[in-house]
């Protein structure tokens, strides 16, 4: 009989994170294992989980004013699914999911962390979250995205049963000589720590003195797909599919990384595609890819 494993996100948001921890839920499938994404709330624009089954613990659309009024309903649809299979695993993916973890006994409790979530709060929440975060993850078994949060998470005194790290998949390997007419490529998405006010300053700096280079911005968001749709030096990918993906970075020279943090493998993903990736001088996960890299 297949063990069947719960994997819980706060919604399905096209996001990096959102596609790693799909790929995992994916790879849980391919190794034996029943593996069923539930989303806590809805959301425009949807990441397929194909072919995995869906769940969803409410229709309404997640936002900060839901994830507080609409968690009782949560709570409530949550408690009935997991009495109907008490002997499942269940794996929580992002903090606002943890607040299922004290109804989830700790040998059937995991959590996926693909980075120090709390380093992403305004300075007057951080030290709150780090510690919710923290002593949360002490009820069950932590799974790290890469040694780095391995090493930090057992400075903070969490025990991790294992890293699995994320590295270029055979999708972005590959074809490395192809024909590269695009200069730079960046990933706009919205979040302070994603550092879109560089990449626009970069992007105005370009049209003022070098007009001549190409950039691509890789976005999933609709506003700064519609600021640069009038430049034709730019080329703009409004949430493009894992093989149109593949093929702009086959056709990338360097892929400019502007994140503060960044747990999953954007870097990686352009490593495999045989771009240079350029990371800022910033703490957090990409230190990670720099060193491996060496």
């Not at 809805?42 to 989980?49: F, G, H, L, N, P």
């Amino acid at each position: 009989m297949k063990k069947l494993v719960f994997i819980v996100v706060p919604s399905l948001k096209i996001t990096g994170g959102t596609k790693e921890i799909v790929t995992l839920s994916r790879d849980i499938a391919a190794a034996g294992g029943e593996a069923r994404v539930i989303a806590m709330w809805r959301t425009k624009d949807e990441i397929s989980c194909h072919p995995l089954p869906v769940d969803y613990l409410s229709s309404a659309a997640i936002s900060p004013k839901q994830v507080i009024a609409g968690m009782p309903g949560v709570l409530g649809r949550f408690l009935k699914m997991k009495k109907h299979h008490s002997d499942a695993q269940w794996m929580l993916s992002h903090y606002v999911t943890y607040a299922l973890a004290p109804f989830i006994g700790g040998n059937r409790l995991w959590f996926f962390v693909q980075d120090l979530e709390w380093t992403f709060a305004p300075p007057r929440f951080r030290g709150i979250l780090r510690r919710l975060i923290l002593s949360t993850l002490t009820r069950g078994r932590t799974l790290a995205a890469n040694s780095y949060l391995a090493s930090a998470l057992t400075h903070h005194g969490v025990r991790v049963a294992a890293t699995i790290p994320i590295w270029a998949s055979p999708d972005f390997q590959g074809a490395l000589d192809g024909r590269r007419d695009i200069d730079i490529i960046l990933v706009m998405r919205r979040g302070a720590h994603k550092r879109v006010d560089i990449a626009e300053r970069i992007l105005s700096l370009k049209r003022q003195s070098h007009p001549h280079l190409r950039m691509a911005v890789i976005t999933p968001n609709d506003e700064f797909a519609e600021a640069f749709r009038g430049d034709a030096s730019v080329d703009i990918f409004l949430r493009p599919t894992v093989g149109e993906m593949r093929a702009i970075y086959e056709r990338a020279r360097v892929f400019l990384l502007l994140s503060e943090h960044e747990g999953f493998g954007l870097p990686p993903r352009g490593d495999g595609s045989g771009l240079r990736t350029a990371l800022p001088r910033c703490r957090g996960c990409t230190r990670i890819y720099a060193r491996r890299a060496c």
